[in-house]
């Protein structure tokens, strides 16, 4: 399984599953295997968790350079581009 295909709502279910199968009792290393994530990822996680309780497990968008132009800016180019 490959999260990285996931939409951010079942990346997010998927990630409050596995810190609330932690918080249940299961061992870490079921956690992984039925879930099919990594243990690392499931440890920074558990460790997003226990910073930023359950809001700390919602999948953002995807990172990338932020642009330099302003709305004002991206609307005159809009307008001069497609017209």
Same mark, same amino acid.
């Given at each position: 399984m490959d999260a990285r295909n996931f939409d951010y709502k079942t990346l997010t279910e998927l990630r409050k599953r596995s810190v609330g199968s932690l918080q249940e009792g299961q061992s870490p290393e079921i956690v992984v295997k039925a879930l099919g994530i990594n243990r690392g990822t499931m440890y920074r996680l558990f460790s997003r968790y226990r910073q930023g309780g359950r809001h700390g497990l919602d999948a953002? %968008?995807?990172?990338?350079? =932020? %642009?330099?132009?302003?709305? =004002?800016?991206?609307?005159?180019m809009y307008k001069t581009i497609i017209g």
């Open positions: 953002n %968008t995807r990172g990338g350079k =932020k %642009t330099k132009l302003d709305d =004002k800016a991206m609307r005159w």
